[in-house]
């Protein structure tokens, strides 16, 4: 299978911030925001793969060494790259970086689901 990858890229702001967020007390790109990114890279490949509206993925797992700060108003672009699919399962290397070098890396894993009937499981959980 050839590699297939995906890249988003964002600016850093306020939002992403540790100290917004709660994950720290600094003003530097925060851990979870970093995570989101590269969900999101990762996402985008699997719906592209997928090819049909029915379907779409959720994560399962991700795992991420977070090796390096990144400032208000940095660029970061994260990548998902496919490793494997097996039968509903894709997996992914998953790494972000901003123009200074890698700032972080792990894998990811998400798993195929019908949208709808997930929507509504999920809808009806607490339902008594």
Known sequence: MSQKSFSVRQRIDEENLAVTMGSGSLMVLATPAVVAMMENAAANLA?????????????????????????????????????????????????????????????????????????AKADGKFDE
């Open 47 to 119: 719906d592209e793969i997928l090819d049909n509206e029915e379907l779409t993925t959720v994560g399962t797992m991700i795992s991420i060494q977070h090796t390096s700060p990144t400032p208000l108003g940095a660029d970061v672009t994260a990548t998902a790259v496919l490793t494997k699919i097996d039968g509903r399962m894709f997996y992914f290397d998953v790494f972000a970086e901003d123009k200074s070098g890698e700032i972080a890396r792990g894998t990811h894993t998400r798993v195929s689901v019908k949208a709808e009937k997930f929507q």
